[in-house]
């Protein structure tokens, strides 16, 4: 679905040594408010390690602000030749000819089939199998499940767990990314009940479990 980056170094552009550390089946969500340091300088440092993608999810901005943060991170995409793929402003993404677009299932829902069948990488989150089934039926080419763990972006929820995630691997005919917290320990057991990778926000946007130090 995605573009794998064609360098197979170990040694990536800012000098990190990426042997040890594998993002290849990981989509970096963005969330520039937990960033303790430069959004951008952590932004290179996730797309140095060479992740599956990077979702600009930035819901608090308008869209010319967003627009704006779109170009600057399409720019990081392209020079570690990681995909970026716009969240919630489908005209923007458009726009500005993005890798992929995803959406919440409601706006969609909004779109007409011409809109939805222009994009090769379309998505969406479901939260229970009447939601995988419709997110195939519009078309998407991957859909994130969650939240699997409990996590703190969803404080006090129970995560719907392993069980949930395999049904909807099992009922998908797209690749299936699990969401919420995840954790490096955690990877091998979602790709394990059938998922393609996983969608990472807090671990990467606080560098505290998936990045490493020179």
Not at 7 to 22: A, E, L, M, P, Q
Not at 93 to 107: E, V
Not at 116 to 125: A, I, N, P
Not at 164 to 175: N, R, S, V
Request: net charge positive.
């Amino acid at each position: 679905m995605f573009k794998q980056k064609i360098d197979k170094s170990t040694i990536d552009k800012s000098g990190f040594d990426r042997s040890n550390v594998d993002l290849s089946k990981v989509i970096a969500i963005t969330n520039r408010k937990l960033c303790a340091d430069d959004f951008y300088a952590q932004l290179a440092r996730i797309a140095a390690q060479g992740p599956r993608a990077i979702v600009l999810r930035e819901k608090d901005l308008a869209a010319p602000e967003y627009e704006q943060l779109a170009r600057d991170v399409m720019g990081i995409g392209r020079q570690y030749g990681v995909p970026v793929i716009l969240h919630g402003q489908a005209e923007v993404a458009a726009r500005l000819r993005a890798d992929g677009l995803q959406l919440p299932l409601p706006k969609l829902r909004q779109l007409s089939a011409k809109v939805r069948s222009g994009w090769q990488v379309l998505g969406t989150s479901c939260h229970s199998l009447a939601e995988v089934a419709e997110a195939q039926r519009l078309g998407c080419s991957y859909l994130v499940a969650g939240h699997i763990y409990e996590t703190d972006c969803k404080k006090g929820l129970p995560g719907r767990g392993l069980d949930f995630l395999q049904a909807a691997c099992q009922a998908a005919k797209i690749p299936v990314y699990a969401i919420g917290g995840i954790t490096p320990d955690r990877l091998a057991e979602v790709m394990a009940a059938g998922a393609a990778g996983a969608c990472v926000m807090s671990g990467l946007m606080q560098g505290k479990h998936w990045l490493y130090k020179k």
